[in-house]
């Protein structure tokens, strides 16, 4: 009997739209002849089922099943793939955890921590991986900003703590605009990373599990016609991708390697697409996607096909390796 899959995507941020996409991709790859598959929207106002003719359905939130004409469905298996709250913060996997609903991805912990990009550097740090240093303003209390300043020196750049997709990310040039984008920071998040400006080239690399082994993927390199790799940047064609990058053997193995021992240090699961930047062939950890982008277009897809793999052999692995 074909086991029941939720591709469950939307969520509560700013991201909604780009799950939106990730969700249809995974659908259309996911090997129906597998599996039953599910569309789950999520959205603060609902959690619906999505059938076939686009009709909507209320879930149980308390057991997450779906009552369709007196038949109540239940999931063998959960396929987040939403971006962002409450999908890769540990959220939703702890509900599921509490429901014991096997599903794709890291544990509750581990999406919480690596969710959070000022705990995430702290943490790998400490595993003598190198990253920006950086400090931390939490909203209502008190910082010396004049101190951060003569720690770092501009240009700077200020990160939204807790979001992703490059969402609430500046490069600060003046003490002028440091504070306006702590400000507008502080409207989508209580939390603020101001991190030292690395000037050097930004690689991304995708880590998944495959045939009971850590695989690494290629090297990608991220080149923006902004000023630094922003939101337009990654997702209105404001930049260009090099897959597999253009660098020498050395400067990926590094990186391939420093890929692989976040991974293994961050107790990671499934498919992760993790950011670094290079200063002087040295490698620093930006930081770690655990639901990266997943359209036809998305980095990580690419990646896959450059390793003779195709997403839906992937997924299929994932799926099969959630479900024991």
């Known amino acids: ?104 991805g890291p544990n509750s912990k581990t999406a919480e921590l690596t969710f959070n990009k000022k705990k995430c550097i702290d943490f790998v740090s400490t595993h003598s991986i190198n990253a920006a240093k950086s400090f931390l303003l939490e909203k209502d209390k008190t910082y010396d900003l004049h101190k951060i300043i003569n720690k770092l020196n501009f240009p700077m750049f200020v990160k939204a ?33 101001i991190e030292r400006f690395i000037d050097g080239r930004e690689f991304s690399i995708g880590v998944t599990n495959f045939g009971k082994e850590i695989k690494v ?34 400067l990926e193995n590094k990186l391939k390697t420093e890929a692989k021992k976040i991974y293994k240090v961050l107790k990671l699961s499934g498919f992760s697409r993790i950011d670094f930047i290079v200063e002087n062939q040295l490698p620093y950890f930006l930081e770690i996607n655990t639901i990266p982008g997943m359209t036809e277009h998305s980095i990580f897809p690419k990646q896959v096909r450059l390793n003779n793999l195709n997403m839906t052999e992937l997924f299929t692995e994932t799926i099969q390796n959630t479900l024991k």
């Not at 702590?182 to 603020?192: A, T």
């Open 1 to 104: 009997m074909k086991k029941n899959v939720a591709v469950v995507m939307g969520g509560y941020s700013l991201e909604y739209n780009i799950s939106l996409n990730s969700g249809a991709y995974v659908m259309r790859t996911i090997d129906d002849k597998l599996y039953n598959i599910f569309k789950i929207i999520i959205s603060k106002e609902k959690w619906v089922y999505v059938d076939g003719d686009n009709n909507e359905h209320i879930l149980n939130k308390d057991n997450f099943t779906v009552n369709v004409g007196g038949n109540v469905t239940s999931f063998d298996l959960v396929f987040i793939i939403i971006h962002g709250d409450p999908g890769e913060n540990g959220i939703l996997q702890k509900y599921f955890e509490e429901l014991k609903i096997p599903f794709t």
């Open 161 to 193: 703590n807790n979001s992703g997709s490059s969402f609430g990310v500046y490069k600060a040039y003046n003490e002028d605009e440091l504070k306006k984008f702590i400000v507008d920071i502080f409207k989508i998040d209580n939390e603020i990373i």
């Open 217 to 250: 993927l290629a090297v990608t390199e991220l080149i923006s016609e902004n000023d630094f790799f922003d939101y337009e940047a990654k997702y209105e064609g404001k930049h260009k991708e090099v897959t597999p990058a253009n660098i020498n053997l050395d």
